[in-house]
């Protein structure tokens, strides 16, 4: 019986991560430990560079959620231009953003979290994946699911030059606007991304909810924590992904904390571990108490069921008709099963099309005025959206010249670092039996606590064998020439 | 063995390489530092040159033209000038100390001016120590 | 299962852009599926380092790696790829020329750990712990790779057979790179694929003049016309000394070319290369007229090697 579990890498999410699971001499799971070894470090490398440039630069954080990056980073950079943005350039990153939203939450849920439902969980890894998925529900579902993300992707590109790695904001607003022949190419397509969302939920509803062992299994599984939730809102308490309060509420319903993106640092604070390298936020005014669940804990999570749990109400009518399904069904507002930021993720998508929709039906939309040209260089600003997987903060600092001092990068995935840790170790005790091996169902088991919460890897440390003989030359620190021997 | 710099110097041909001529046949005695490599003009020097000459073990890099104005080709040496401020500000952040790169005007006559040019820069590279290039880069493939 | 094509897609320091990219060819994916087992691919996959340690040497007839080599991992996979596979493809910017990540190189990794654990703005108070290769917790030896001193392109640590690049490659380019692959139809060790010879400026529509710099502008500082070459009109622009492939859709979309294609063909160092380019078109004869326009330009090195620190020359800082 072996006296250490190691899942390396971790699959279907972006980014590196294993897991190391200790087991006691009677092969009980005695500890388990979820590490991130990627590092790149962003917040160092960016000081120097023009901070008009870093919006370019942090998208390369991520590649499946560069717009999230790109859009805190904007108003990070906004910030430092005295907040002087053309009004309408606002509106339009809003647009551009939802319909970012629409295509990787398509991404995450058919390509990375379908798989565990739709194959099932213990199915064959060679299988276990999109394509398997799209040979199980058959190539015209795969077909949609292929053409609304092609789509989404397309309405990005028309809206703002590029689908991924965006290079469309700029210090005063936007580089381009829309034009009245593009906003009727996109109409069309917006109406087709609700059809999609409300053909997902009900997917979900088939697929998931009439699984009576899934159902068990999100319910009264161990994939559920007792941490609190944090979420940006807009003035009625509906969740906005562009802009707008951070609100913390614990996990009975209660309000910790609500504040502007500026305050951050006075409510969120970050913890350093030697056997990883991503860092712990926490709950600054709580202090740092280990990875420790109870309505005392200083941990939240920051995810789509985290976004509807601090929210009041959805900010669109069918969406609000999703959430409150959703929460009728899981038995109240908050939920603190984890497995249900699936099914949040698709109740979001309903807003995001509907917030298109909106957009598309506004006559201010095609206006000409999307950037300010005559800034001033104030110096600091703080950047807060939702990426899909969280809340993302970046602040910068600069000096006279627009000359990057400082960053400072709290992303989305990191924000559930202890969270993930403690549902790993929660879902490993619970699945991993004394004096039974677990198989290769059993561990993807394990990972599908932290892949509920679509996480970002890169996102979160941004911050950067006959005795076979190889003997390898290097010139100046180049490869030029090998040479093998039994090998 | 005290540490002795290798200095290559790019020189035009019209001015700058018959000034060191100049230098040799007047019997000026000065520091042998410098590796000679005649360009037609300054112009020809892309910054490529001069870092590929420090990655390949130079400590230092000497550039000599004609003067502003007396080019052999009328701008040649004017697109030297232009270059010359990137590729400085370009070695500065890649920690290359300044003084191992300099750019001089020396005439055909003058020929004791080339030679206190190669006498002050070998003086100023010796002090700075061999080039860090080599060390970083072997310390570099230790670890791995 | 021998008759299918094997292959394996790893990200090393990357953003999982480049495995976005190859999603991003839409049903062509569903193609490449038809005809290859993905025996790796953790994005999208569940194969893991066990399975890839399994193989025989050779057994993968592609494998593709995305992002720099950053630590020891990375080099470590790379390494066991390279053993793995006939084929080693450097998919990505990253792969090719160390891509974002590479900026690195122009800081330290003492400077690094410092911000990113001990200084920032929300790090805990207090706070003396930064990540270790090795540490003991609870009784448990825990380990994790190690950061390397530098940021390596692929080519650095393995044998490199094609280069790929774009950040991320453009999805047309990637098509017509695996079906290279699929119908046998490679060109020579060592090429560039999914690219052109030529630089930037030959694919991009707007209309060139002559350029004559008297005063270099910040993007914000100007609302630059859209139809006339971005770099006539005091606005940075790489594409003077990057390699076309892209569809040049940076410039057409407004904005300037960064560089992500790295530099054209026959070029060592493209930072050098803009370097030389851009000062060509300052239009002065006077020095100190010259340095005032030039003191337009902040930051000109992350600007000429935002993509391609590691495959410069001179590849990383040296400041002590």
């Known amino acids: 019986m072996t006296s250490k579990i190691t899942i390396d890498p971790i699959t279907r999410l972006e980014g590196h991560g294993k897991i190391s699971i200790f087991l006691d001499d009677a092969g009980a799971v005695e500890d388990c430990y979820f590490q991130i070894p990627e590092l790149r470090g962003f917040e160092q490398f960016v000081v120097g560079r023009p901070i008009e440039e870093l919006p370019r630069i942090v998208t390369r954080i991520c590649g499946v959620c560069p717009a999230s990056h790109h859009m805190a980073s904007a108003k990070a950079v906004d910030g430092c231009f005295g907040n002087t943005v053309a009004p309408l350039a606002h509106k339009l990153r809003d647009m551009y953003y939802n319909a970012h939203f629409v295509h990787s939450h398509t991404a995450h849920f058919y390509a990375l979290a379908a798989p565990d439902f739709v194959l099932g969980p213990d199915a064959d890894p060679a299988v276990r994946n999109i394509l398997g998925v799209v040979a199980k529900v058959g190539l015209e579902i795969g077909g949609k699911v292929i053409r609304v993300r092609g789509l989404a992707q397309e309405a ?115 913890h350093v571990e030697p056997w990883t390298y991503l860092k712990f936020p926490y709950l600054k005014k709580r202090g740092w108490k280990g990875f420790v669940e109870g309505i005392d804990s200083s941990l939240y999570c920051a995810t789509p069921l985290a976004r509807l749990n601090v929210a009041d109400r959805m900010a669109t009518p069918k969406a609000q008709e999703g959430f409150e399904e959703m929460y009728r069904t899981v038995g109240g507002h908050p939920c603190k099963a984890l497995l249900v930021q699936h099914w949040a993720r698709l109740v979001e998508m309903v807003q995001n099309a509907e917030t298109l929709q909106a957009y598309c039906a506004d006559p201010e939309i095609t206006g000409d005025h999307v950037r300010m040209v005559d800034l001033p260089i104030t110096g600091e600003g703080v950047g807060i959206v939702e990426a899909m997987r969280g809340t993302l903060t970046h602040h910068y600092t600069c000096d006279d010249n627009g000359i990057c001092t400082s960053a400072n990068l709290i992303v989305g995935t990191t924000n559930n670092n202890a969270p993930i840790q403690m549902v790993t170790k929660k879902v490993a005790q619970a699945l991993i039996k004394p004096g039974v091996e677990p198989d290769q169902g059993i561990l993807n088991m394990v990972e599908m606590a932290f892949r509920a919460f679509d996480p970002c890897y890169s996102c979160a440390t941004h911050s950067l064998g006959k005795m076979p003989l190889e003997a390898a030359f290097y010139q100046k620190g180049e490869l030029v020439k090998t040479i093998k021997r039994n090998c | 063995m005290s540490f002795e710099p290798k200095i290559v110097g790019f020189l035009c041909n019209w001015c700058s390489y018959t000034g060191a001529d100049l230098a040799g046949t007047s019997r000026i005695h000065y520091a042998p530092n410098v590796r000679i490599i005649r360009v037609m003009c300054t112009a020809r020097i892309d910054p490529t040159f001069v870092m590929k000459a420090l990655t390949d073990g130079a400590d230092g890099v000497l550039i000599c033209g004609c003067h502003p104005g007396d080019c052999h080709y009328s701008e040649g040496n004017y697109k030297m000038m232009r270059r010359y401020p990137l590729l400085k500000q370009m070695l500065a952040d890649f920690g290359i100390e300044p003084a191992r790169v300099r750019l001089e005007w020396v005439s055909a006559s003058e020929g004791q001016r080339f030679a206190d040019v190669v006498n002050d820069m070998t003086q100023r590279v010796r002090e700075l120590g061999p080039s860090p290039v080599r060390t970083a880069l072997i310390q570099d493939m230790a670890e791995r | 299962m021998a008759d299918k094509l094997q292959i394996a897609i790893y990200w090393g320091a990357g953003c999982g852009g480049c495995d976005v990219s190859l999603l991003d060819t839409n049903e062509f994916i569903l193609d490449v599926a038809a005809v290859a087992d993905i025996r790796l691919w953790p994005i999208a996959v569940d194969g893991k380092y066990k399975d890839l340690e399994a193989m025989e040497d050779g057994e993968l007839d592609l494998a593709a790696f995305n992002g720099a080599v950053r630590n020891s991992e990375n080099e470590h996979i790379a390494r066991l790829l390279r053993r793995k596979s006939k084929i080693m493809l450097a998919y990505g910017s990253c792969a090719y020329m160390g891509g974002i990540p590479g900026l690195a190189n122009l800081t330290s990794r003492e400077k690094i750990f410092e911000t990113a654990y001990l200084k920032n703005a929300s790090i805990e108070w207090g706070n003396g712990v930064v990540p270790q290769p090795e540490s003991a917790v609870n009784g448990k030896t825990l380990d994790l790779p190690r950061f390397y001193r530098r940021v390596y392109r692929l080519s650095a640590v393995v044998d490199v057979d094609y280069f790929l690049p774009g950040c991320p490659p453009q999805p047309e380019q990637v098509k017509a790179a695996l079906l290279a692959v699929v119908k046998g139809e490679l060109p020579p060790k060592g090429s560039v694929v999914g690219a052109f010879e030529h630089a930037l400026c030959e694919d991009c529509p707007r209309t060139k003049n002559e350029k004559k710099i008297k005063k270099f502008y910040r993007p914000w500082q100007v609302a630059a016309d859209p139809d006339t070459c971005l770099l006539e009109q005091g606005v940075l622009c790489a594409g003077v000394a990057t390699r076309s492939g892209c569809g040049v859709r940076c410039p057409k979309s407004g904005i300037p070319c960064r560089g992500c294609y790295g530099p054209a063909a026959g070029v060592v160092d493209q930072g050098a290369k803009l370097a030389s380019a851009i000062a060509s078109i300052v239009d002065s004869k006077d020095p100190e007229e010259i340095e005032g326009i030039l003191a337009g330009l902040p930051d000109f090195t992350g600007f000429a090697y935002r993509y391609g620190v590691p495959a410069s020359l001179l590849q990383r800082s040296y400041r002590q």
């Not at chain 1, 609700?194 to 159902?215: H, I, K, M, T, W």
């Not at chain 1, 599984?221 to 614990?250: C, I, Q, S």
Request: hydrophobic share 35%; net charge negative; with cysteine.
């Open chain 1, 156 to 270: 990005q590109r028309i809206i703002g030059g590029r689908n991924t790695q965006d290079i469309w904001c700029i210090p005063g607003g936007v580089y381009k606007g829309l034009k009245p022949e593009e906003l009727e190419q996109i109409k069309p397509w917006v109406d087709e991304f609700y059809d999609f969302a409300q053909f997902s939920l009900q997917l979900f509803r088939d697929v998931v909810l009439g699984n009576p062992g899934y159902v068990d299994l999100i319910v009264n599984g161990p994939y559920t924590l007792d941490v609190h939730n944090m979420g940006l809102v807009d003035e009625n308490n509906a969740p906005n992904f562009y802009d707008g309060k951070v609100r913390v509420v614990d996990y009975e319903g209660k309000e910790i904390h609500k504040y502007e993106p500026k305050q951050y640092a006075e409510y969120v604070a970050e």
